[in-house]
């Protein structure tokens, strides 16, 4: 029989996940050869994301010993592999069964962790309960750690803490001050930063490559180019590791004092690091350079290579390319890389190089650039304004691309252009250009905002029907205040402007919502003098307003005035609004007729009382609308029980069901048990006759085609 210990290798030899204790050190690898047992259990417990205390705890009730070496052991493992609540919970679990005497490294160990898992303020309060005389150089320094991760808002604390170990004696080693100056250098204290400096050697604190960067970006970000070279002069033999940012942030200072030599020596040295990450910056910083295309060209083919190309690479080639008077170059690029590398069309790339071409004379090619970018509808996803600031187009396609904006829901983007439209003095504007942007205004800015544009920037030949409705629709919307809206409305009547729907439209859409169903129906009446037919949505909000109230007989009214004659398809709102009127005013069979919903019908059809031929149509036809075919055979069954023999049959009811059958690619089965089950409750006469209801019955013109389906499928049906 296989032992347990033999089973636990076997698995783990054959096991396809990374395992955690594959490589030990030296000093645990003889203690774990005698363990494996215990290994497979924590790599089992990890599989199955269970508590390895509990693995632990188990080991010791078995009567298992527990190497202090080993338990650290299974910390340091867990940790290493990042996998820091399982590696907390390890050392909570020693602490509190004391497997070993503590050690300021093991609660060092322990507050990086708790703070990993739980949380800055947590690790704070963990760092409160331990003994005073356990808190070494080691716990201050991981705490001044956090707090530089933390940045600007752990500042204080930070200082407090570093005033700590100074007072204890414990700046002794580079860590803290790099901690320290990494946060003045987040915050740009370049005065912290000096302090610090000095404080290192007085206490003759050598330099490390982290205090070392975080010096130089200091000087970097106030472009202080003479401290940056004699900090380097100083610290060549760290400074010889210089980080990519810092590199880079040293490349723009020389480059924003003009010192476009000595930035080119620093992108050098950035180059050298090899990160594709830096690519594309170098790429732009070469530009700014200004020596030669060639070195934007080298980063260009080592950015391709990484195979995650962007826009802001193209744009970074392109605008490098024609900065250093390379635009045939450019061009090139973009014509035979850009416009084939399928990314999503950035109206900046076309944009850079129209102004490259123009900065070289080549007008041509800058128009043809240009018109073709204007054309392109993928532009609606893009800024706009550099492209309109550097060529207009026709006014036709800034009008068409203005729709496409504001179609796409990029109101921000499309006011952009339709300002910069209405500014051009070159350009004949329209009213429509007036009211697409007062559109916009309110949208983007607010009503307020559109206000002042209509009263101070829209001139009063402009005013016409389409900027005054806009400007209607905006207050309607809002449902800020009624009397501007009313005030607007009066306003378009004096100017003549009454004579479309839209006015009448926008101003039933505010009294729908506010509930005033007096003002709408005066609003009807003259929309009628003026023969103005109210389309499908006035009609249902109309319908739905009078629902609300329960004013069942004003809701007939129009019901039948606009749906019955076909000029209206009721909305589920209004069919649902429309129905609670109905069922409020004990109208239960309209109810049932409207309603959107077969367990609204079954709710409903428990509300009748004595059921009669008429209610189980209306019952039955309502649940074959709604597709519940089940419910209406159920319902035809109880029919069938209560009603369905003698004087009381009815061919309409049966009908229905025969009727759906045929319509489902005639269902033959079905068909005949309906036929057999109306036979058996009347006479052949009687049977004939109902064969003939069927088929001429004026109130279910469907089952016409039913009898003519019957009579191709049972030709020795003879009821015709």
């Known amino acids: 029989m296989i032992s347990l210990q033999q089973h636990a290798r076997r698995i783990l030899s054959h096991s396809s ?134 940045g600007k808002r752990s500042l204080d604390r930070a200082e407090a803490a570093f005033k ?46 982290l205090t070392v960067n975080n010096v130089l970006r200091v000087y970097a970000a106030e472009s202080d180019v003479a401290s940056m070279e004699k900090f380097l002069e100083g610290s060549e033999e760290v400074a010889s590791t210089l980080q990519l940012r810092t590199a880079l942030d040293m490349a723009k200072a020389y480059l924003r004092v003009g010192s476009k030599r000595e930035a080119r020596g620093m992108l050098l040295r950035a180059e050298v690091l090899k990160e594709p990450a830096s690519y594309v910056e170098l790429m732009r910083l070469y530009g700014e350079a200004g020596k030669c295309s060639e070195d934007v060209y080298r980063i260009w083919n080592l950015y391709k290579k990484t195979g995650k190309q962007n826009s802001e690479g193209f744009l970074a080639l392109i605008r490098s390319l024609c900065l250093l008077d390379d635009t045939k170059g450019a061009a090139e690029m973009y014509y035979k890389e850009y416009e084939c590398s399928g990314l999503e069309f950035d109206v900046r790339i076309p944009t850079t190089l129209v102004s490259g071409f123009r900065k ?27 492209l309109l600031k550097e060529y207009w187009g026709k ?123 007096a003002e709408i129906e005066n609003l009807l009446r003259k929309m009628k003098e003026k023969n103005i037919e109210p389309d499908s949505v006035t009609m249902n909000k109309v319908l739905r307003v009078n629902a609300y109230v ?17 000029k209206l398809k009721l909305e589920v709102e209004t069919m649902g609004a429309m129905a609670m009127a109905y069922e409020k005013a004990g109208s239960i069979l309209k109810a049932i007729e409207i309603t959107t919903r077969a367990q609204e019908v079954n709710r409903l059809r428990k509300k009748i009382g004595e059921m009669g031929n008429e209610e189980y149509i209306s019952v039955i036809k309502s649940l074959l609308k709604l597709g519940d075919v089940q419910g209406a055979q159920d319902m035809y069954g109880e029919w069938e029980q209560s009603k369905g023999s003698g004087a009381e049959f009815d061919a309409r009811i049966p009908g229905l069901l025969i009727s759906r059958y045929c319509e489902d690619e005639g269902d033959e089965m079905k068909l005949r048990q309906m036929l057999n089950s109306s036979r058996q409750k009347v006479n052949e006469t009687e049977f004939k006759l109902f064969m003939k209801d069927m088929g001429f019955t004026l109130l279910f013109p469907p089952v016409v085609m039913s009898v003519i389906w019957l009579s191709t499928t049972f030709p020795h049906l003879s009821f015709l």
């Open 17 to 150: 996940k990374a395992r955690l204790f594959c490589s030990c050190s030296n000093t645990n690898r003889t203690i774990w050869a005698s363990n494996q047992t215990l290994q497979s259990r924590i790599e089992s417990a990890l599989n199955q994301k269970a508590k390895i205390s509990t693995v632990l705890e188990q080991w010791r009730q078995q009567g298992n010993k527990l190497n202090p070496s080993l338990v650290r052991g299974i910390f340091e493992k867990l940790r290493d592999s990042k996998k820091y609540p399982q590696a907390l919970e390890v050392s909570q679990w020693m602490a509190e069964r004391k497997i070993c005497s503590l050690v300021p490294e093991d609660y060092t160990a322990r507050f990086d962790l708790v703070e990993s898992v739980l949380g800055l303020e947590e690790a704070e309060k963990f760092l409160e309960k331990v003994p005073e005389n356990l808190r070494g150089e080691s716990m201050y320094t991981a705490l001044l750690k956090s707090y530089a991760k933390s």
């Open 164 to 209: 700590k170990m100074r007072e204890l004696g414990l700046l002794l080693k580079p860590s803290p001050y790099s901690f320290m100056t990494s946060l003045y250098s987040s915050v740009g204290n370049r005065v912290k930063v000096d302090e610090v400096l000095r404080e290192m050697k007085d206490n003759n604190v050598k330099l490390d490559s």
């Open 360 to 386: 070289k004379g080549m007008v041509k090619q800058a128009d043809n650039l240009m018109s073709k970018t204007l054309r392109n509808k993928k532009l609606v996803h893009k800024p706009i304004t550099p």
């Open 395 to 517: 006014p036709s396609e800034l009008r068409d691309l203005i729709k496409s904006l504001s179609d796409s829901n990029q109101f921000s983007k499309a006011l952009e252009a339709s300002t910069w439209l209405c500014d051009q003095k070159v350009i004949n504007l329209f009213p429509e250009d007036y009211a697409e942007r007062l559109d916009l205004t309110e949208k983007v800015l607010g009503l307020k905002e559109a206000d002042k544009f209509f009263e101070r920037s829209i001139p009063e030949k402009m005013k016409g029907f389409s900027v005054y409705n806009t400007l209607l629709n905006s207050h309607t919307r809002s449902h800020q205040n009624v009397d501007d809206a009313e005030a607007i409305f009066e306003k378009m009547g004096e100017l003549g402007f009454h004579t479309k729907l839209s006015p009448f439209k926008s101003m039933i859409s505010l009294y729908s919502v506010l509930g005033k169903r």
């Open 550 to 566: 329960s004013a069942v007989d004003l809701m007939d009214k129009h019901k039948s005035q606009w749906v019955d004659d076909g």
